[in-house]
């Protein structure tokens, strides 16, 4: 990692305390989750106000007590995402192997063994901090992934290493272009969080999503029809605490310009969300941005 900007000392105790937590066993983390769920939930409730509108705005046909019950389900698996994230800082790739599911992976496989790069369109829901570090224990192909850097240095340094201990290579956002002109021919996957809300100046898409008008990023689009990569939709399941199975679902085999990419995937991640709600991170102000009079 190059170091931009210098982490102050003062971080050096809760970095020994994130990796000794780490370091715990699951089954010992998830007893600090039920803490920090109390805590979240009952006692900060931390953005109670953004889940619950967002919850009520996505699914206007359920009734208050539905939503109730999708918000208290939704903090639960929360803070379960939170202490795993804290646990691939130190998970082995046969604990991993164990805990992630690829219950089709002959589908990207026979696209990569044709030479070709293939991008995955995933999103935030369930566990997605471990979907790249799996695909890196899965596959025979290296699996590349683009991240957004924070901006604060020591969580940034953090996520680096966390993200990558299981041999995962990261390209960060603003490299995207350059990267994929540079191993324009490498057999691999590229993953992408492709449902986080674009700033207001870089809005180009918009669709129906959730009941509501909602803009998208198109890099994903762009790109494979730059370089014509198929692009395969990543459906993640909780299959019970801790373990998911992962689908994946084709959007574009890469031959053809004319397919909707963004609007496919933004179908196929609204089923997914309605097949299991609470499994989506609904604390994010997705619908910040109202679309303009010229685009409706």
């Keep these: 990692m190059a170091r931009d900007q210098q982490i102050p000392f003062y971080y050096y105790p809760l970095g020994l305390l994130l990796k000794g937590l780490s370091l715990l066993p699951l089954p010992v983390l998830y007893l600090l989750s039920d803490v920090l769920y109390f805590i979240v939930?009952?006692?900060i409730g931390y953005r109670k106000k953004v889940v619950l509108n967002n919850l009520r705005n996505s699914f206007p046909e359920k009734s208050e007590g539905e939503i109730q019950t999708i918000a208290k389900a939704f903090y639960r698996q929360f803070t379960d995402v939170v202490v795993e994230i804290l646990k691939l800082r130190t998970m082995s790739r046969a604990e991993?192997?164990?805990?992630?599911?690829?219950?089709?992976?002959?589908?990207?496989d026979d696209f990569v063994k044709t030479g070709t790069p293939v991008i995955t369109m995933g999103s935030h829901s369930c566990n997605w901090e471990w979907v790249l570090p799996a695909g890196v224990v899965q596959f025979s192909f290296p699996a590349d992934g683009i991240y957004k850097p924070l901006n604060n240095p020591f969580f940034e340094d953090f996520m680096l290493k966390t993200r990558s201990q299981l041999g995962a290579r990261l390209i960060k956002m603003k490299d995207t272009l350059r990267d994929f002109a540079?191993?324009?021919h490498v057999p691999r996957v590229i993953a992408m969080l492709s449902d986080q809300t674009p700033l207001k100046s870089e809005i180009t898409f918009w669709t129906t999503f959730l009941n509501q008008d909602t803009p998208f990023y198109e890099g994903a689009e762009k790109l494979a029809k730059k370089f014509r990569y198929p692009v395969l939709f990543l459906d993640i399941k909780r299959t019970k605490r801790g373990h998911y199975t992962l689908t994946f679902e084709t959007i574009s085999d890469g031959t053809s310009d004319t397919v909707p990419i963004t609007e496919i995937f933004a179908q196929k991640l609204e089923a997914s969300i309605r097949r299991a709600p609470?499994?989506?991170?609904?604390?994010?102000?997705?619908?910040?941005h109202k679309r303009p009079e010229a685009a409706s």
């Design 182 to 184: 540079a191993h324009r």
């Design 96 to 108: 991993m192997q164990r805990r992630i599911v690829f219950a089709n992976q002959e589908l990207l």
């Design 41 to 43: 939930y009952h006692v």
């Design 278 to 288: 609470a499994d989506y991170l609904w604390t994010h102000k997705r619908w910040k």
